[in-house]
């Protein structure tokens, strides 16, 4: 293909712009405040199971400490009706020995009852403090989520701005470009999947970064300036200039 080696030249432009897109792409696929978010998300998830295991664990000790209350209550009022039977001095001797027995074993059933409503209470006072580390925990992972969330959003809106930029410079440049040898260096770009052209620069593709020798070398020396040449190995095509080392 033959183009003007001034239009020629155009292309380094073009692809400083496609480097700095797809740069600009690789930071956006890349980005650490991405995966800052990611891990902030999963640290909420963790949490929030943590909280909802303590609530439950608190709602459950309630549940069961109310019950062992009632107990209690039961026994209590067991007791002291067996008790009221007893002063009252109606009983037979054979019954007020069945009620003193009785409340022998009402007073031992109270107390274990008694011992089992502390130690729930104690129990109860660690679940508590697990669901208030719990709650504390969440609430500060909400608030680095959306410290990651806002510094995810400002980098992903620099990235953004950037690329409209650099995308409105390679469509002026494009736009000077003659369609013949625009769309060769789109065809090669699409297969490099970055730029379609690279300086040849002290007799090496500044593309893939291999150097000229031998026969390909004295062929580009001979080259006419407006004969499009193309890297053997990249495919990209090679813009010559006075750093040439032709
Ligand atoms: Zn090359």
């Given at each position: 293909m033959q183009a003007d080696h001034f239009d020629q030249q155009k292309l380094l432009a073009l692809a400083a712009e496609d480097v700095a897109l797809s740069q600009l792409a690789h930071r956006k696929r890349t980005l650490p405040e991405t995966a800052a978010v990611e891990d902030a998300e999963e640290a909420q998830r963790a949490l929030s199971a943590d909280v909802v295991r303590a609530e439950t664990e608190v709602r459950d000790l309630d549940r069961d400490q109310k019950r062992l209350e009632a107990d209690v209550d039961t026994v209590r009022q067991r007791a002291a009706r067996d008790q009221q039977r007893l002063d009252?001095?109606?009983?037979s001797p054979k019954e007020m020995t069945g009620l003193q027995h009785e409340l022998e074993s009402l007073a031992r059933r109270q107390g274990d009852l008694e011992d089992q409503v502390l130690e729930f209470m104690e129990r109860r006072e660690t679940a508590d403090a697990a669901l208030a580390t719990a709650q504390r925990g969440l609430t500060q992972a909400q608030a680095d989520g959306e410290r990651a969330t806002q510094l995810r959003d400002d980098a992903l809106a620099d990235i953004a701005d950037q690329t409209k930029v650099h995308e409105a410079t390679r469509g002026e440049v494009a736009g000077t470009v003659p369609a013949p040898l625009l769309s060769l260096y789109d065809r090669v770009a699409k297969q490099t999947g970055t730029t379609g052209a690279a300086h040849l620069h002290a007799r090496r593709?500044?593309?893939?970064?291999i150097e000229l020798y031998g026969n390909e070398l004295s062929a580009f020396r001979n080259a006419d300036p407006h004969t499009v040449l193309r890297?053997?190995?990249?495919g990209r095509i090679l813009v010559r200039t006075a750093d040439s080392g032709l």
């Open positions: 009252s001095g109606a009983a593709c500044e593309g893939c970064r890297c053997e190995n990249c």
